[in-house]
């Protein structure tokens, strides 16, 4: 069984629950995960000079991870959007662009990595507000998902999904599996299940998926991460039986004499 965790966190620009900018606290609860793939949500991407301005080079750095930025939001001040962070070799990575006229930019960013001989690929994004904007952008998702060129594919982020019956969930579960939805938000009192994650394999699978609560996430942003402990068993490709080998190599030798 090969073992890994994922993780979503949305950390609201780094500001807590006391409206304090707060990257080491940010950095702490991410080091509190201890993930080997971090889908982030609402940081700013850009390199730069300034720490609160650099926020996602700046949390890479004070936690270890490799950042892959997907910045959605061009702002005056500094890029917005989302990032993975991951410990293991990036084979691939693509930003999805989900954004609707008038609403604000979204999109969803998908990397592939290689883990333990496995790809595995992680799908970070962050939905919009309204319902409508939601259900187009699940469709998208559904589609970019029919892509399966992976061992382990995981669907992530802050889906800002309040009600459990909504139809546009219902076609997610439908197509990546039921996985249990915990309230995250806000982090001081979570009520709303906004953060989710699902899982999708070819190979059997088991998936441990909790909220995380500690005194640093409670105060370092408005969102409570969500963590999932996953284990893989690959199927092993089956043998080709012994007399089926020999007639292959018989019609490979009689074709080379003609």
Not at 116 to 135: P, S
Not at 177 to 195: K, N, Q, V
Not at 218 to 231: E, K, T, Y
């Amino acid at each position: 069984m090969i073992r890994f965790s994922v993780a979503s966190y949305n950390i609201h620009s780094c500001r807590g629950l006391d409206r304090r900018r707060d990257i080491h606290r940010v950095a702490a609860v991410i080091r509190e995960l201890d993930a080997d793939l971090l889908a982030l949500q609402e940081l700013c991407t850009e390199y730069g000079v300034r720490e609160d301005r650099r926020q996602m080079q700046a949390l890479a750095e004070l936690t270890g991870y490799h950042p892959v930025p997907g910045p959605t939001l061009i702002r005056d001040d500094t890029p917005c959007g989302t990032a993975i962070f991951t410990r293991h070799p990036v084979q691939r990575a693509h930003l999805e662009d989900l954004s609707l006229a008038h609403r604000e930019p979204r999109g969803a960013l998908d990397v592939t990595v290689s883990l333990q001989g496995l790809r595995v690929r992680l799908i970070g994004t962050h939905l919009g507000l309204m319902m409508r904007e939601r259900e187009r952008q699940i469709q998208q998702l559904l589609n970019l998902v029919e892509d399966a060129d992976s061992d382990v594919l995981l669907l992530t982020g802050d889906i800002n999904e309040w009600w459990p019956w909504s139809p546009a969930l219902g076609r997610l579960h439908r197509r990546l599996g039921r996985r249990p939805g915990m309230a995250t938000f806000p982090a001081s009192l979570p009520l709303l299940a906004l953060d989710r994650l699902w899982l999708h394999s070819r190979h059997r699978c088991e998936l441990r998926l909790r909220r995380h609560w500690s005194r640093r996430a409670f105060w370092a942003s408005d969102h409570l991460p969500i963590h999932a402990a996953v284990g893989v068993a690959p199927r092993e490709t089956p043998p080709v039986p012994v007399a089926r080998a020999e007639a292959l190599h018989g019609a490979m030798l009689n074709r080379n004499r003609i």
